[in-house]
């Protein structure tokens, strides 16, 4: 195997981290490996606000409720969906903007978590942690304020960065048949397989947590969707300019 794929198979997400900062030129590479993805039609519609002030720091890790990591790590920075940076461009050629569709949300929602995951690639394999903050959607329309996001620009989640101050175990997939599929889409053996994944993932979540219950992926997920889920999220895009035409 490469040591790519190696790399790729050890992901866990970071909670805790060291004091150390991480050097600039590593920082700086890393974001060159991050826009170095690819991007649907050439947009290059992302942009990552990195924030380095402690106060902003602390009422984004509020704001995405009470993360300390957010203010903890050594790096935070929050990736955004940009149709405003090209669309400026509509007027200069005598264009009219039509960049509102539910397409180009996507184009540019797409761009975002391919330029995260690569970045997120290159710091793993430098030896960072990282951890993804969707937490920021809790609080929208105030995370856009404080990093005064024009309208065109949505934040799509938050990254943290640095050094691992823990070494947690991988958390297991699916097994690979249940999410592969040949030809076409079926179900078929997937119930049985998944059941035996909720054994797996209930032990995970008791050496985790030290004994205890131990909740399986099912349920998990079951209640994720059995619950709205940050419903302010069609209103505050749709405000911020997407219109999803
Ligand atoms: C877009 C995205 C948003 C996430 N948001 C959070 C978050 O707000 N807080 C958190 O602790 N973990 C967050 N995570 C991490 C997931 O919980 C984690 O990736 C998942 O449980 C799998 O665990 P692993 O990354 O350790 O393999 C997020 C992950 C993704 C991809």
């Not at 826009?35 to 995405?64: M, P």
């Given at each position: 195997?490469?040591?790519?794929?190696?790399?790729?198979?050890?992901?866990?997400?970071?909670?805790?981290?060291?004091d150390?900062?991480?050097d600039?030129?590593?920082?700086?590479?890393?974001?060159?490996?991050?826009?170095?993805?690819?991007?649907?039609?050439?947009?290059?519609?992302?942009?990552?606000?990195?924030?380095?002030?402690?106060?902003?720091?602390?009422?984004?890790?509020?704001?995405a409720g009470?993360?300390?990591?957010?203010?903890?790590?050594?790096?935070?920075?929050?990736f955004?969906?940009?149709?405003?940076?090209?669309g400026?461009?509509?007027?200069?050629?005598?264009?009219?903007?039509?960049?509102?569709?539910?397409?180009?949300?996507?184009?540019?929602?797409?761009?975002?978590?391919?330029?995260?995951?690569?970045?997120?690639?290159?710091?793993?394999?430098?030896?960072?942690?990282?951890?993804?903050?969707g937490?920021?959607?809790?609080?929208?329309?105030?995370?856009?304020?404080?990093?005064?996001?024009?309208?065109?620009?949505?934040?799509?989640?938050?990254?943290?960065?640095g050094?691992?101050?823990?070494?947690?175990e991988?958390?297991?997939?699916?097994?690979?048949?249940?999410?592969?599929?040949?030809?076409?889409?079926?179900?078929?053996?997937?119930?049985?397989?998944?059941?035996?994944?909720?054994?797996?993932?209930?032990?995970?979540?008791?050496n985790?947590?030290?004994?205890?219950?131990?909740?399986?992926?099912?349920?998990?997920?079951?209640t994720?969707?059995?619950?709205?889920?940050?419903?302010?999220m069609?209103?505050?895009?749709?405000?911020?300019?997407?219109?999803?035409?």
């Amino acid at each position: 195997m490469s040591s790519v794929i190696d790399l790729l198979k050890s992901h866990r997400s970071i909670r805790k981290f060291t004091d150390k900062a991480i050097d600039p030129e590593i920082l700086n590479d890393i974001f060159l490996a991050g826009q170095a993805a690819a991007t649907s039609s050439f947009l290059q519609g992302s942009t990552i606000i990195r924030v380095t002030n402690e106060r902003t720091r602390e009422t984004l890790a509020e704001l995405a409720g009470n993360q300390p990591y957010v203010r903890s790590a050594a790096e935070f920075m929050v990736f955004c969906a940009d149709l405003k940076r090209a669309g400026n461009y509509c007027r200069e050629y005598d264009k009219p903007f039509e960049g509102d569709y539910t397409e180009h949300f996507i184009i540019a929602t797409v761009d975002v978590a391919l330029m995260a995951q690569s970045l997120v690639t290159a710091a793993e394999s430098v030896g960072l942690g990282i951890c993804y903050i969707g937490g920021i959607r809790n609080n929208p329309i105030d995370v856009s304020k404080l990093l005064k996001l024009p309208m065109g620009v949505y934040p799509v989640f938050g990254l943290c960065l640095g050094y691992p101050d823990q070494n947690p175990e991988i958390k297991p997939r699916l097994p690979l048949s249940v999410i592969v599929k040949n030809e076409v889409y079926n179900e078929d053996s997937d119930q049985e397989k998944i059941r035996e994944y909720d054994e797996t993932i209930r032990e995970y979540y008791r050496n985790r947590t030290g004994g205890g219950h131990g909740i399986s992926w099912t349920e998990q997920v079951a209640t994720l969707l059995s619950e709205k889920s940050r419903p302010h999220m069609k209103q505050f895009l749709e405000a911020q300019g997407f219109k999803f035409k």
